[in-house]
């Protein structure tokens, strides 16, 4: 458990899977280990397989593919790692109420992941408390990463009060916040900060504010000292795509991060970020081409076959292609292109 934390709170790159079709909507395992053998080519530090962006449909009978999807991620994972060892955090998505997330977490477990990312999804309507119990139940099954994820989404809000309680599960190890909004992000942190618990890391799922929650001390006063806590890393969506890009990035950043001044550039590559990030997540339609987006840049370079989803109807949006196009030429530092050309041939083989 130690171990876990203390390589969460190095910060890394952990992007979140997508999942490879064909042109009949079967599942590729060829492009499936493709995709992650790029991954952890780029030098990330983890992998989150069976959340959003690999399509929750994965769990829907006439699929079958949450146990396939997470057995060869994993798999894979470790055949690369074999070759350069380092560490690596395998994290699964987990959903549904709690028998379903406890039923996955045992198998996550059983295919060698070390902690859940758990939705709230289903629990929509349900009181805080109700949720919380939730949370503390499935903590007593695997180390959790709690999610707080935007509600346009599948998401809702939750208040500082929330957060605070939910820094009691003793199993919590990290937090990913995803709610595309200052205030409710400031809930958390300082949520985290006054409850004391420094074991608790912070990464961002904001892909809309990728860079400023990077680089942004967060001071609070905390029984009269201030006290500053760090977004450590990311576990997002965005950075399934021009990974090896993200990868330098934050390692950029954590630099700028030692300076006692920051450069004012770094307020014009958070815009560039976020610009790329409305093209890919489709934010002009309301988030509506977000998967396919992710797996256009991906058959772009080659990597998948379609972008094909189990869900038909998720197709890019009118437009998406064209802003795909305009990102990618506008801002060749934050791309990967060549990086993926040197090496596809031999992540599909």
């Known amino acids: ?55 929750f449909e994965i769990r829907e009978p006439q699929h079958g593919l949450f146990k396939p999807v997470l057995e060869l991620a994993s798999r894979t994972i470790d055949e690369e790692l074999a070759q350069a060892p380092r560490p690596f955090i395998k994290i699964a998505g987990l959903c549904g109420r709690t028998e379903q997330a406890v039923k996955e977490a045992v198998t996550a477990l059983g295919y060698g992941y070390q902690a859940g990312l758990l939705s709230l999804g289903a629990y929509k309507n349900d009181t805080e408390e109700d949720m919380l119990a939730h949370c503390a ?19 809702r809000l939750l208040s500082y009060s929330f957060w605070r309680k939910f820094a009691e599960i003793p199993n919590v190890i990290a937090i990913k916040m995803a709610p595309f909004n200052r205030y409710q992000t400031i809930d958390v942190v300082r949520a985290i900060t006054e409850s004391g618990r420094e074991d608790i890391v912070l990464y961002t799922g904001n892909d809309d504010s990728i860079v400023v929650d990077l680089l942004t001390p967060f001071t609070f006063d905390v029984g009269g000292k201030p006290i500053t806590r760090r977004i450590h890393g990311g576990l997002l969506g965005h950075w399934g795509v021009w990974t090896k890009a993200a990868v330098q990035l934050l390692n950029d950043i954590k630099v700028a991060r030692q300076k006692p001044q920051l450069d004012a550039q770094w307020l014009d590559t958070a815009i560039a970020v976020t610009d790329m990030n409305a093209a890919l997540f489709d934010s002009a339609n309301k988030f509506a081409g977000c998967i396919p987006g992710i797996l256009e840049v991906l058959r772009r370079q080659g990597l998948v076959p379609t972008i094909n989803c189990l869900n038909p109807h998720e197709v890019l949006s009118p437009g998406q292609a064209e802003e795909l196009d305009r990102v990618t030429k506008a801002y060749p530092h934050l791309i990967d292109d060549d990086f993926v050309a040197a090496n596809r041939d031999s992540w599909l083989s």
Do not use: C
């Open 137 to 155: 139940r499935v903590a007593e099954t695997i180390p959790v990463i709690g999610f707080y994820l935007q509600p346009s989404v599948g998401g």
């Open 1 to 55: 458990m130690n171990q876990l934390r203390s390589h969460l709170q190095e910060g890394h790159v952990i992007p979140a899977q997508p999942l490879a079709l064909d042109a009949q909507r079967k599942f590729s395992e060829r492009h499936q280990r493709a995709i992650t053998r790029y991954y952890v080519a780029s030098g990330v530090g983890g992998l989150a397989v069976g959340v959003h962006s690999t399509q």
